[in-house]
T-cell receptor, first 116, second 114 residues
Framework: EPEVTQTPSHQVTQMGQEVILRCVPI?????FYWYRQILGQKVEFLVS????????KSEIFDDQFSVERPDGSNFTLKIRSTKLEDSAMYFC??????????????FGQGTRLTVV | KQEVTQIPAALSVPEGENLVLNCSFT??????LQWFRQDPGKGLTSLLL?????REQTSGRLNASLDKSSGRSTLYIAASQPGDSATYLC?????????????FGEGTQLTVNP
């Protein structure tokens, strides 16, 4: 069964460093997303991406964050100058978004980011 | 702003019991509602998707219902098993905009005791 895959599963970085989280969405899906979950808190939306551009972003997704689809399969989240409060589980998701076929969102296993 | 609440926050039941998890949302103008399972430190596994025009969806021992007008959904788990122990999250998608964000509840942490 097709699945969303994320790498790495765990990333430790020093405060102020840049990190890139990588995702391979399901191949025929059209929309890609990043969410995060700070330990003990709700899953929060960061950004959605369609047709090579951001379609929606939350107030969390400020200039520190950027997303990119560098090739036909990968989708990345870059966090510049990481802060302690960026420590969280980051989830990538994708959905097909065609009316009548389905709009179910499928999530990856997550990347646990720890900023020290 | 859409708010999603799940009750109870935690639930512990003996194996074999039927149980109901509740989800409520403040804005009834939703496109769909999705129930997920999350195991500790793991990703989100989609269990059921209910479109706004539907009243319920079933998958095996799971049945999810949706009452959009009252802003409520329930997840019914029949004949619970220890393997069902996990956190269950509900999430709603607003309006009819493609690719719109999901808003999540806090989750219900379920423990099924052998």
């Amino acid at each position: 069964e097709p699945e969303v895959t994320q790498t790495p599963s765990h990333q430790v970085t020093q405060m102020g460093q840049e990190v890139i989280l990588r995702c391979v969405p399901i191949s025929n899906h059209l929309y890609f997303y990043w969410y995060r979950q700070i330990l003990g808190q709700k899953v929060e939306f960061l950004v959605s991406f369609y047709n090579n551009e951001i379609s929606e972003k939350s107030e969390i997704f400020d200039d520190q964050f950027s997303v990119e689809r560098p090739d036909g399969s990968n989708f990345t989240l870059k966090i510049r100058s990481t802060k302690l409060e960026d420590s969280a589980m980051y989830f990538c998701a994708s959905s097909l978004e065609r009316v009548g076929i389905g709009t179910e969102a499928f999530f990856g296993q997550g990347t646990r980011l720890t900023v020290v | 702003k859409q708010e999603v609440t799940q009750i109870p926050a935690a639930l512990s039941v003996p194996e074999g019991e039927n149980l109901v998890l509740n989800c409520s949302f403040t804005d009834s103008a939703i496109y769909n509602l999705q129930w997920f399972r999350q195991d500790p430190g793991k990703g989100l596994t989609s269990l059921l998707l209910i479109q706004s025009s539907q009243r319920e969806q079933t998958s095996g021992r799971l049945n999810a219902s949706l009452d959009k007008s009252s802003g409520r959904s329930t997840l019914y788990i029949a004949a619970s098993q220890p393997g069902d122990s996990a956190t269950y999250l509900c999430a709603v998608r607003p309006g009819e905009t493609s690719g719109s964000r999901l808003t999540f509840g806090e989750g219900t942490q379920l423990t099924v005791n052998p």
